[in-house]
Structure formats: C-alpha cells, structure tokens
C-alpha cells in the first residue's frame, strides 16, 4: 500500500513536500514515481527515481523546482516542490514499479498507485 500525503493550498512562489509512504513493501525493490493529474486534464509524469535513488527523472515543466528522494530505511519517498505555479495545482499520485528501466520512468504502467494528494497553487 502506498500513502501519499503533504498536499495542501499554498500561494504562488511558494513550496510543499510530498511525502508517499511505502507499507508492505520494501521500497528498495521499487522504482518510485509521482505523477500528477488536474481537472480535465490527463494524468502526466512529473519524476521518478531508481531503487537506489542515484538515478532521477524529470518532467520538463518541474525540471530545476522539484526534487525527487527517497529514504529506504523509512520506506518513504518524497517530492520537494519549489517555485510552485497555479500550473502546478493537481492531484499528485506517488507510484511503484518492480520492474521499470530508466527509459520507461515517464510511462504510467506502474504496479501500483498511492491514492492521491490535493496540491492547489493559488495565484
């Protein structure tokens, strides 16, 4: 199971964290991504990482204003989000994936999926 948390309402220019729990599971055996979904819209890649953490994978539109971590002692990643735009309000899906190479971090196939968390950015 896969718990994602952090979201919330913050004004332009400002951050939040995005924490995803990971229960069940040991993290280390996953590739972990976020992805992100607002109203209308389909649901887009925002960043990935690897089992290690030492490879990351971003979206061109959060590239430089978000970071991607992990602690696997605390089976948890997280997403670290700077510089946040209304464009960035959405609903933000942490997701696991035992079998994922670096090429196919964007793709949505992953195993399995977090229940979402609200991000608004208010102008």
Known sequence: QLQASGGG????GGSLRL???ASGRTLSSYVMGWFRQAPGKEREFVAANSR????TYYADSVKGRFTISRSNAKNTVYLQMNSLTPEDTAVYY???DKT?????????NYDYWGQGTQVTVSS
């Open 100 to 108: 994922k190479i670096y090429s196919d971090y964007p793709q949505p």
């Open 19 to 21: 924490s995803c729990a």
């Open 94 to 96: 942490c997701a696991a």
């Open 9 to 12: 309402l913050v004004q332009a």
């Open 52 to 55: 290690t953490g030492g490879s």
